[in-house]
């Protein structure tokens, strides 16, 4: 580029792209680990507690609630249900199980860990457990 104007106002686009990129990962970084944050409160939730063990359970899900909803305001969104159907790109299928009656090839029966997105990006794919037709070994891992 001759003229110094353009190049002047292509590096300043560069930079900026540049340092939209870093951003970027910092946000994504920042929010796998408030996704960290959930995941305890799944396994404190899981395990009860020693005295008014019903007040601190509403108490706890009352706070994930709040911090799910303030990431989902974010961006922030789960992946993986229970009943569809696994998909490479979104879940990572870490057991197998017999289908039930009435379950689907694939379908999945059980969330191990959750999965996320941002902004239409998979930051975290689901850890489920699938139904298999034909009796597949249990624990197998497939991808």
Same mark, same amino acid.
């Given at each position: 580029?001759?003229?110094?104007?353009?190049?002047? !106002? $292509?590096?300043h686009?560069?930079?900026?792209?540049?340092?939209? !990129?870093?951003?970027?990962a910092?946000?994504?970084?920042?929010?796998?680990?408030?996704a960290? @944050?959930?995941?305890?409160?799944?396994?404190?939730?899981?395990?009860? !507690?020693?005295?008014?063990?019903?007040? $601190?359970r509403?108490?706890?899900?009352?706070?994930?609630?709040?911090?799910?909803?303030?990431?989902?305001? *974010?961006?922030?969104?789960? %992946?993986?249900? @229970?009943?569809?159907?696994? *998909?490479? !790109?979104?879940?990572?299928?870490?057991? %197998?199980r017999?289908a039930p009656?009435g379950?689907?090839?694939?379908?999945v029966? *059980?969330?191990?860990?959750?999965? $996320?997105? $941002?902004?239409?990006? %998979?930051?975290?794919?689901?850890?489920? %457990?699938?139904? @298999?037709?034909?009796?597949?070994?249990?624990?197998? *891992?497939?991808?």
């Amino acid at each position: 580029m001759s003229d110094p104007t353009a190049r002047l !106002a $292509y590096e300043h686009a560069r930079d900026l792209a540049a340092r939209d !990129a870093v951003h970027q990962a910092l946000t994504e970084r920042l929010l796998l680990r408030c996704a960290d @944050v959930l995941d305890s409160f799944d396994r404190l939730l899981s395990d009860g !507690a020693a005295s008014d063990v019903e007040t $601190y359970r509403r108490s706890l899900a009352l706070i994930a609630g709040q911090l799910e909803a303030a990431l989902a305001e *974010e961006g922030l969104e789960r %992946v993986g249900r @229970v009943g569809e159907r696994a *998909e490479p !790109a979104t879940h990572q299928v870490t057991e %197998v199980r017999a289908a039930p009656p009435g379950s689907a090839d694939d379908e999945v029966l *059980e969330i191990l860990q959750r999965g $996320y997105r $941002y902004r239409g990006q %998979v930051l975290r794919a689901a850890r489920v %457990v699938v139904a @298999v037709d034909g009796g597949t070994e249990q624990g197998t *891992e497939r991808e």
